[in-house]
């Protein structure tokens, strides 16, 4: 079965490599940006053990190694852009959107989300069903017989706003990524994909490093998905960004989906100041706790950073 991974990556080291310096060393900016380090990318973006399955026949590291299939794919892709190929046909097309929609979903932010909107639905559930039946509440749903002071810790725990505690394992999460994954896909491939190239800005990257823009026309209540966003940013390289743009124009026009898809609306645009500043601000929104630049380019953050966004997910606690 060979060695079994434990240091896995939520970002791809292939990809970081972009942002790196030549001895492959990255700056990671910890929001709101107090904490600031510089290490190599092997360290960077990973967490032991994140994608193990415990007793699969193919080793606990099976999913981790699928990943690394898909980002071997994508890193061609990646590299044919750098080496000038655009608009991609329509198979590299497909191979990129699919990494950025599982780079979407991959991360510790996603499952954190898991567990607040678990946590939210047991505290609901709990208070709908009363203190009085709290044990037959965990009896029916977990099988587990609790004792009078067990069921009052369990009361207090599930009343909380936060909800009780709940760890979402990985092999939960892995089956949403690959459930929801291809769910994203016609969300990006609609869209006409813009390569911007700069000579002299730079761009920087983060944890969660899909961003969404949304519509000047959004309420500040409302949110922002993939099938509602004005566009999506994805930063490829310090000299290299992605933006999906606006699919509004084209659905009005009525020009047909397939050519989108094919890549026909797609062109190159030679990078600005003022696209720099866009996309690195898409990306800075859209990072979870971490930001990642080359040691370098300090300079090209804004210097405001957010509050770490640890949850997608926010759900007001019950009067």
Sequence with gaps: ????????????????????????????????????????????????????????PDGPDVFEKALSDMEGDAAV?????????????????????????????RGPDHRRSMEYLAAQI???????????????????????????????????????????PITVPPIAHIEQIVHNAVKLLPYMLSRPWQLVRFSRRVLVTCDSPVGLVPAEDREP????GFATAWGITYPITRKLGLIMGD??????????????RAGRLDWVERGTTSMANFINESTVNSASEYIYRHPDDADCLPDSLPEPRLSNLSVPAAE
């Design 122 to 164: 047991a505290r609901l559930e709990v208070q709908f069903t009363g203190r009085d039946k709290v044990q037959q509440w965990v009896q029916k749903r977990y099988g587990v017989e609790l004792d009078d002071d067990e069921a009052e810790k369990v009361w207090q725990q599930a009343t909380r706003p936060g909800g009780p």
């Design 77 to 105: 892709v990646l590299r044919a852009i750098e080496d000038g190929d655009w608009p991609l046909s329509e198979g590299q097309r497909g191979t990129l959107a699919m990494f950025l929609a599982i780079q979407t979903l």
């Design 247 to 260: 699919v509004t124009p084209i659905i009005e026009s009525g020009y047909p989906a397939e050519d989108v």
């Design 221 to 224: 209540w409302e949110g922002v």
């Design 1 to 56: 079965m060979g060695d079994v991974r434990k240091l896995h990556h939520t970002v791809p080291k292939f990809y970081l490599r972009g942002f790196a310096d030549h001895r492959e060393w990255i700056t990671t900016v910890r929001l709101p940006g107090v904490k600031t380090y510089t290490q190599s990318i092997e360290k960077s973006a990973a967490i032991n053990h994140f994608y193990s399955i415990d007793g699969h």
